[in-house]
Every structure is written in structure tokens, then in C-alpha cells.
């Protein structure tokens, strides 16, 4: 009997072994089930996180493409605001002489222009919840692109500001004679067409005399050298944003 039992027992321990050897494998199994599991979702979610981040890489490409063409445009505007303000100042200054120019100058230096910038792309990639996962490179450069896009914003709203509060006003209550048949601007000759008015031009005297708007001209010539200025800046740093997203091989 004693044989017996010690037989009893040694199978039974033996079993117990061969279950808690089988307990521990089937345990080791489910470990690394869930582990591969988990790396495989990782690394879905890591591919269509850069899919995404893809997309939206060519929607700011996109825009900027479209930035930069806008840039251009008011670049020129700001540089036609900017001879024109220069020409005024020479002739005040007697440098020059009082002309039909003199009308034109005015008017051009009369012009808005704004940069409206297209900001889908960025916006949809914040919203998105991966800016954090773009190229600290990268993201640094969006983020000086964008910055001097506010401060161009900030600059435009000042010009704007001194036109309509200043600038304007006193255009039109000593100047309005600067809207004349003789005045170059091409926007202007259709109107004076058939016109058989015969109408006083510029006071020459009054021009010259007049110091308020001098400092007027000075000013607006003065703000529009920053604007250019800054418009100038925005360029290259939309122009190095996309040379890197095309790095990237957006599809």
C-alpha cells in the first residue's frame, strides 16, 4: 500500500508539473498574441497617421502655392505705392516739377491691397490632432511661415487704418481735382471719355505749400516699405516649406 501511494503521488506531481508547464505556455501565448497584436495596431495607426499627414502636407503645399502667387501680387501693388510716394515727395520737394504725373501719383498711392491668405491645410491638420507628429524641421518652418503672415495681417490693418482715417480724408477735401480728364492712370481714361467739362487740375501752389500732406505722403510711404518688406519675407519661407513637403513624396 505505501508503493502504491508513493506511485500515486509522484504521478500526480508530475501532472501537476506538466499542467502548470501547459498553464504557463498557453499564458506565454496569449502574451505575445496580444503584444504582436498590439504592434501590429501600432504600426496601422502609424501608416495611417502618415497618410494623413500626407494629405495634409499637399493641402498646405497647395496653399502656399496659391500664398505665393497672392504674395506677388500685392509686392507689385505695394512697389507701385511706393514710386508713386517717391515721385510725390520730389515734386513737393521741387525736385521734380508739378504734372499730369502729379494727379496719377495720388491715385496710385490711394490703393489697398491685401493679402488674403489661404490657411485650409494648416487649419486641417491642427484640427486633425497630428501636429505633433510632424518633423520638428518642419514644423518650425510653418510655424515662422505663419507667424509672418500674421504680422503682415497686423501691418496691412495699420495702412489701412491711416487710409481711411487720414490719408483719405484729406485726399478728398483738397484733392478731388487729382480725378481729371489729363490724369494717366489707365483706370481713370474711360471715364473722362466724352467728358467736355473743362476742369481745373492740381494747384501747383497748394501742392507745394501744403505740409500736412506731405507728412501724409511721407507716412504712407513709409509703411508701405515695411510692407514690402514683409511680403518679401513671406516668400521664401513658403518657397522652403514646399522644397521640404516634396521631399517627403506626397502623394
Wanted: proline letters at 3%.
Amino acid at each position: 500500500m505505501g508503493l502504491l501511494t508513493k506511485l500515486f503521488n509522484r504521478q500526480g506531481s508530475i501532472k501537476v508539473r506538466n499542467y502548470f508547464a501547459y498553464a504557463i505556455g498557453e499564458i506565454l501565448l496569449v502574451v505575445v498574441g496580444i503584444v504582436l497584436a498590439v504592434q501590429v495596431n501600432d504600426w496601422k495607426e502609424s501608416v495611417r497617421n502618415e497618410n494623413i499627414l500626407k494629405e495634409h502636407y499637399n493641402n498646405i503645399k497647395l496653399n502656399l502655392e496659391t500664398d505665393i502667387i497672392a504674395i506677388d501680387t500685392v509686392l507689385k501693388s505695394s512697389e507701385a505705392s511706393i514710386i508713386s510716394t517717391e515721385s510725390l515727395i520730389r515734386q513737393i520737394q521741387t525736385i521734380e516739377k508739378v504734372s499730369d504725373q502729379t494727379g496719377m501719383d495720388i491715385v496710385v498711392s490711394l490703393n489697398r491691397y491685401k493679402f488674403y491668405i489661404t490657411k485650409t491645410g494648416i487649419e486641417g491638420l491642427n484640427d486633425s490632432g497630428l501636429f505633433g507628429l510632424v518633423d520638428a524641421e518642419l514644423k518650425q518652418d510653418i510655424l515662422k511661415y505663419y507667424w509672418q503672415c500674421d504680422k503682415i495681417v497686423n501691418y496691412e490693418d495699420a495702412a489701412r487704418t491711416f487710409l481711411n482715417e487720414q490719408y483719405e480724408p484729406h485726399f478728398y477735401e483738397y484733392y478731388p481735382e487729382a480725378y481729371h480728364p489729363k490724369n494717366p492712370y489707365s483706370i481713370l481714361m474711360p471715364y473722362f471719355k466724352d467728358d467736355p467739362r473743362k476742369l481745373p487740375f492740381i494747384n501747383v501752389r497748394k501742392f507745394l505749400n501744403d505740409r500736412k500732406f506731405e507728412a501724409l505722403i511721407m507716412d504712407r510711404h513709409w509703411l508701405s516699405l515695411r510692407l514690402k518688406q514683409e511680403y518679401s519675407k513671406a516668400i521664401p519661407l513658403a518657397e522652403k516649406i514646399i522644397s521640404k513637403i516634396n521631399t517627403i513624396k506626397v502623394d
